[in-house]
Nanobody, 118 residues
Framework: QVQLVESGGGLVQPGGSLRLSCAAS????????MGWYRQAPSNERELVATITSGDSTNYADSVKGRFTISRDNAKNTVYLQMNSLKPEDTAVYYC????????????WGQGTQVTVSS
């Protein structure tokens, strides 16, 4: 099993920055990828960014050039640096970890609120 603890959300003005963190514990040796998703009110959960165990990254078009995902393997932690934030980035952000058990199992963090407003 993998346990996830998120931190770093909050209220920020448009154009500002925030950094989200997600620390994984438990069966971390079997993690294949880590990432961030978000869900705004009345919307479905959508991918923001992912990073594989080989450090390959993938971003939603809406955040390319503004957000950066990274991971610290020694700390089993994934980060999301969010710059030039816009009101449409407002959502609950969820950490995701894909664990391999011969098949992939998804684990989710509890979610952290990001609000971009003046």
């Amino acid at each position: 099993q993998v346990q996830l603890v998120e931190s770093g959300g909050g209220l920020v003005q448009p154009g500002g920055s925030l950094r989200l963190s997600c620390a994984a514990s438990g069966s971390v040796f079997s993690i294949r990828a880590m990432g961030w998703y978000r869900q705004a009110p009345s919307n479905e959960r959508e991918l923001v960014a992912t990073i594989t165990s080989g450090d390959s990254t993938n971003y939603a078009d809406s955040v390319k050039g503004r957000f950066t995902i990274s991971r610290d393997n020694a700390k089993n932690t994934v980060y999301l640096q969010m710059n030039s934030l816009k009101p449409e980035d407002t959502a609950v952000y969820y950490c995701n970890v894909k664990e391999s058990r011969g098949y992939i199992v998804d684990h989710w963090g509890q979610g952290t609120q990001v609000t971009v407003s003046s």
